[in-house]
């Protein structure tokens, strides 16, 4: 059994930071990370996601250079660092893992086995 439990969010100016984690527990090893977001009425979206050495990381356009996907492995944790916020940010954000190989990276949903149950992030104008 995996288990990925978000933490972090919380309620911000626009303009402020949050980081946000994503712990890993259970039978999962070697793994892609994913960060997604939804919005009161929209679609769950991709925001980010890394691979498991790190190296390699893709982001959306609205978030690029505003967000920073990391990782570290020893603790098995996830990290989205999100600067400059903006109320369109405003979401419940989810974290979500797959297990794969050193450099592979997922950017759709159903690319994802394991998900957490998401954090609040609202941020206020």
């Known amino acids: 059994q995996v288990q990925l439990v978000e933490s972090g969010g919380g309620l911000v100016q626009a303009g402020g930071s949050l980081r946000l984690s994503c712990a890993a527990s259970?039978?999962?090893?070697?793994?892609?990370m994913g960060w997604f977001r939804q919005a009161p009425g929209k679609e769950r979206e991709f925001v980010a996601t890394?691979?498991?050495?790190?190296?390699?990381?893709y982001y959306s356009d609205s978030v690029k250079g505003r967000f920073t996907i990391s990782r570290d492995n020893a603790k098995n944790t996830g990290y989205l660092q999100m600067n400059s916020l903006k109320p369109e940010d405003t979401a419940i954000y989810y974290c979500?893992?797959?297990?794969?190989?050193?450099?592979?990276?997922?950017?759709?949903?159903?690319?994802?086995?394991?998900w957490g149950q998401g954090t609040q992030v609202t941020v206020s104008s």
């Open positions: 979500a893992a797959e297990p794969g190989g050193w450099r592979t990276f997922h950017t759709r949903q159903n690319e994802y086995r394991y």
């Open positions: 259970g039978h999962i090893f070697s793994f892609v």
């Open positions: 890394i691979s498991w050495s790190a190296t390699d990381t």
